[in-house]
């Protein structure tokens, strides 16, 4: 079951590295008679730039954690295609690289693209963004790792009520999909915790990555008075300096964007990817196998904040500090019933409570009373 | 833009009876486009070993690399030519409208809606016809879809003197809005959440791929419409009357040729192969229509069209040779550290290069035989 096939065409590989990892590579992962040898190739394909204050970024630090770690070769790829390109970038990884295992980051990735190279290289293993693995229909050698962010993105709506004086508040966001609608609907739940007559205008640029309508999108929430300004795209690189320019507080997400406004960034909703690759990794090494449907929240270290900035009220940091602890405790729900959607319909009904992976939050399709835009 | 012939018109018998002059003046004209174009290539390569010395690396090992990663093994060389196969067609989109003068940047468009149209014809269909008919229905469905839409560009330039370079870029744009709209909207499978898709077509409607290769049939269907557009430009009326107008337009006026339908057929032409090339897309690698579909392959083909002379013979090498330094990019960013944007930074200077070489037709007196010495 052992292949080698990466051994016969590596004539041209430097001798070191990646050599000896691809002979680590399968007493590590499929041997249980594997010694102290614990190299592993790991693969990282990202869908933008890797430093792009943002998603693939927020990768990319936990790509660095797990470099890190003793007898692990990280490879990385980024501006990869969700084409043909990002199988052919799986193979080369497997087959000039001798990954093991590869993340395929990228949520577009998951369908055709790993389904495909997972099937043709049963050796190898696959773990996916996303929560798209499903037991008996996918093979064992993918899986799925995602966290819930929306609970951040409350957070971020928090100190965003207290900062707003003008109690509206604006979101750009990519597209109208589910994900994305929990953190528009979170962040103004959020800050509607703090007064409840506060609204967020959502405006959808239609691309998760279309830095022009990005900036168009921001100006415009400000012209409307928005003065807090929070996204969901890609990079929110740009979101948060026009804001910032504007003298609107921001709230990060995907990764620490504080860099960017300093003064004017108020917290963030932060992937931890580097727990999560630290545990695949030390999974992969130590011969038992990895899991295949993983998610975890803030408790659970999928999920992290950005430190407070200057721009957040004494007020705002104590309840921004209780609402974590509860969140950490576990006992905390976003979606608490009754909650209107904004076309005057009962998105929550009363007395129901959907925690943080209640599967109805997954066909989210609704924006909730209070956010001013439309889904379609 | 040249009107040369390309037909190699071989030289009369009597130059074998000891007069070598017309089989050299044959070579001399033949070795013009070859030589200027090598050494094009090879002046961009020098120009970017020194911005590859200046950042710090080793060009030697840089090119060794990307024959490693595009040619270096049988891998390889499948990698690079998937990678080349869309790039055939979109290139062809570009290369027939310029053959008659005109420069249609807007490929992209063609692209997206001829993936759309392909994945629409084949949902009604799937289940009750065989596999090869439907995938017949979706190339045409595909080719219409694309024809149509370039083929309003030469419209709007012909009978409404709207510049076709802009018309072409805007309406890809245009195309793109639209392709979101289907896929989120009437075109929507319901179960595709956060990736908005059309139903997936089921594998046994797939396109497969090459039999002995792990590369899909566009391939071949990129180097038949190739060789089918040569013939069409340089061995048919049709053709001969394009490059008349794209030579001058008032003379092939005057000629009575009708210019208004040439520019018409030809960019519905064009675009009916951009279309083939999402059709390609959608049956042979996404198995739907999604915004995967907008890859850049339209763009790229815009720079494997110029480099090719917009010969669409030329096309074939040209996309396989920016199918490996694509292939090879990837490498370079493992195995080096240098990030993504190198591989475009050579994308880029061979593109500048290879423009500026252009005025170097007909200066070369060893290439024209008319300048030679009369001899006989």
């Known amino acids: 079951m052992i292949k080698l096939l990466p051994m016969n065409r590596r004539s041209f590989l430097q001798s070191t590295a990646a050599g000896a990892a691809a002979i680590g590579l399968s007493p590590s992962l499929f041997s249980t008679t594997a010694a102290a040898q614990t190299a592993l190739t790991v693969g990282f394909i990202y869908v933008g730039p890797k430093d792009d204050y943002g998603y693939n970024q927020a990768h ?10 003793p007898g692990v070769t990280v490879v990385e790829e980024e501006n990869v295609p969700e084409t043909v390109d990002v199988q052919k970038t799986m193979e080369s990884m497997i087959n000039l690289d001798g990954a093991g295992l590869v993340f395929p980051t990228s949520f577009g990735y998951f369908d055709p693209h790993m389904l495909a190279m997972a099937a043709k290289y049963p050796d190898v293993q696959f773990r996916h963004c996303g929560g798209l693995w499903k037991e008996g229909v996918n093979p064992m050698n993918t899986g799925s790792y995602f966290g819930y962010i929306g609970q951040g993105q409350y957070l971020n709506g928090i100190t965003a009520g207290y900062a707003s004086k003008s109690k509206k508040i604006g979101f750009v966001a990519a597209k109208p999909i589910p994900q994305v609608l929990q953190n528009i609907n979170s962040f103004l739940l959020g800050a509607r915790s703090v007064d409840p007559a506060i609204t967020c205008q959502v405006i959808f640029t239609g691309e998760w990555s279309l830095a022009v309508k990005e900036a168009e999108a921001t100006n415009a929430l400000i012209d409307q008075g928005a003065d807090v300004i929070t996204c969901h795209v890609d990079s929110p690189k740009v979101v948060v300096e026009t804001a910032a320019g504007r003298g609107a507080f921001v709230c990060g997400y995907h990764a620490n964007q504080s860099p960017l406004a300093p003064e004017k960034y108020l917290t963030g909703a932060e992937w931890a990817w580097g727990n999560v690759y630290t545990k695949f990794v030390t999974e992969a090494q130590a011969g038992t196998p990895l899991g295949n449907f993983v998610r975890g929240g803030l408790k659970d270290g999928f999920v992290k904040m950005s430190p407070l900035g200057p721009g957040v009220s004494a007020e705002a940091r104590t309840k921004f500090d209780a609402t974590l602890a509860e969140m950490m405790k576990g006992s905390f729900s976003v979606f608490k019933g009754p909650i209107k959607d904004n076309k005057g319909g009962d998105a929550v009904t009363a007395g129901q409570t959907l925690a943080e992976d209640a599967i109805e939050l997954e066909s989210m399709a609704y924006l909730v009373e209070g956010v001013v835009g439309s889904t379609s | 833009m040249t009107i040369e012939a390309n037909i190699p018109t071989l030289p009369p018998l009597s130059a074998q009876s000891g007069n070598l002059r017309p089989i050299l003046e044959w070579l001399a004209r033949r070795a013009e486009p070859v030589a200027i174009s090598l050494g094009a290539i090879l002046t961009g390569l020098a120009l970017f070993s020194i911005f590859i010395t200046v950042v710090g690396k080793s060009p030697i090992d840089l090119f060794k690399l990307m024959y490693t990663g595009g ?6 060389i499948q990698n690079s030519l998937s990678r080349a196969a869309p790039l055939l067609l979109t290139a062809l989109c570009v290369a027939l409208p310029a053959r008659l003068g005109l420069v249609i940047i807007g490929g992209e468009g063609a692209v997206v809606l001829g993936g759309v149209a392909a994945a629409a014809a084949a949902l009604p269909l799937t289940g009750s016809v065989s596999p090869i008919i439907v995938l017949v229905v979706m190339a045409i469905a595909g080719m219409i879809m694309g ?3 370039i083929g309003m560009v030469g419209v709007l330039r012909h009978y409404r003197g709207v ?8 309406m890809a744009y245009i195309a793109i809005a639209l392709m979101n709209h289907f896929i989120e909207g009437p075109l ?10 059309t139903t997936p077509l089921p594998a046994e409607y797939m396109l497969g791929s090459i039999p002995g290769m792990d590369v899909n049939w566009g391939l071949v269907i990129g180097i038949l419409a190739c060789i089918v557009s040569w013939i069409l430009i340089e061995a048919t009326s049709f053709g001969f009357a394009a490059r008349i107008a794209g030579g001058n337009v ?15 057929g030809f960019t519905a032409l064009a675009g009916s192969f951009a279309g083939l090339a999402g059709m390609v897309e959608v049956a042979a690698v996404q198995g739907s229509a999604n915004a995967s579909l907008a890859a850049g392959y339209g763009y790229t083909g815009i720079l494997v069209a110029f480099l090719a002379r917009h010969n669409p013979l030329a096309i074939i090498p040209v996309a396989i040779l920016l199918g490996g330094i694509d292939a090879s990019g990837g490498l370079i960013q493992r195995r080096m550290g240098l990030p993504d944007a190198t591989v475009l930074v050579l994308q880029g200077t061979l593109f500048v290069v290879i423009l500026f070489c252009e005025t170097f037709y007909g200066r070369f007196k060893i290439f024209n035989p008319d300048l030679w010495k009369r001899t006989a």
Do not use: Y
């Open chain 1, 60 to 69: 990319a630090e936990g790509a660095a954690v797990i470099k890190a770690m």
């Open chain 2, 71 to 76: 040619f270096g093994s049988w891998f390889s």
């Open chain 2, 147 to 149: 024809g149509i839409w």
């Open chain 2, 163 to 170: 510049n076709e370079t802009i018309a072409s870029l805007l």
């Open chain 2, 188 to 197: 929507r499978d319901p179960a595709s959440l956060n990736k908005p898709s």
């Open chain 2, 250 to 264: 008032r003379a092939a006026q005057i000629q009575g040729l009708p210019v208004g339908r040439l520019i018409v």
